[in-house]
């Protein structure tokens, strides 16, 4: 029971470079999320999924695109990569109130 | 609009010492309030508490909800230089998918 994992652990970019990162859970669980947190600050909600087919925006969606084509998986993707979003990046998944996290990208856009 | 806040933003104190962390909330419809620890990584899962009053404790952590005053604290005791992380606090509201996250309080232990 790997419980939530993301791909890759890190990535460089230069700016105006694309890329899709990858969050995987397999404890069936319906809702999932996509976080940012820069240095000294907390979690920032991108966007997040209900369920297969769904997704939602949240705190800070601008410039990041997302996809959950099946309910294990959900797509973070940067059509355009930007120094401003050199970050953090977390995903979780939740039944109901607790989430579980995955280990966290780590993106640096030049 | 709904809001989770927490203070201090950062403590320092010495191993040994006991430490009180605060989280305070406003939301429309509460339905529980969280604890994470973070170190160099992934939030990882401490406490969810539901019902006003109730203490939920684990070796030296322990955290009480008061409902009527919409407060939390996260108490430890006999720190260790391991209790060295960041702790978020975070509201789930009834009929959201979102949980409500607080800053986070930094907390320092020195040997």
């Known amino acids: 029971n790997a419980g939530v994992t993301q791909t890759p652990k890190f990535r460089v970019l230069k700016t105006g470079q694309s890329m899709t990162l990858l969050c995987a859970q397999d404890m069936n669980h319906e809702y999932m999320y996509w976080y940012r947190q820069d240095p000294g600050m907390g979690l920032r909600l991108i966007h997040y999924s209900v369920g297969e087919g769904t997704t939602a925006k949240g705190e800070v969606p601008d410039g990041y695109n997302v996809s959950r084509l099946k309910k294990q998986n959900f797509l973070l993707g940067l059509e355009s990569a930007a120094p401003s979003q050199t970050s953090v990046y977390f995903c979780?998944?939740?039944?109901?109130?607790?989430?579980?996290f995955g280990p966290g990208t780590r993106l640096t856009v030049l | 609009e709904d809001k989770v806040v927490q203070s201090p933003l950062s403590l320092v104190v010495h191993e040994g010492d006991t430490v009180t962390l605060n989280c305070s909330y406003e939301v429309t419809n509460f339905r529980s309030l969280l604890w994470y620890k973070q170190e160099k990584k992934a939030p990882t899962f401490l406490f969810m508490l539901?019902?006003s009053g109730i203490e939920k404790k684990s070796g030296r952590l322990s955290s009480i909800l008061d409902k009527k005053e919409l407060f939390s604290i996260l108490n430890i005791t006999a720190t260790q230089t391991g209790d060295s992380a960041i702790y978020l606090c975070?509201?789930?509201?009834?009929?959201?998918?979102?949980?409500?996250w607080g800053a986070g309080t930094k907390l320092i232990i020195k040997p």
């Open positions: 975070a509201v789930e509201e009834d009929s959201n998918y979102q949980l409500i």
């Open positions: 979780a998944s939740s039944y109901t109130g607790r989430e579980f």
């Open positions: 539901t019902s």
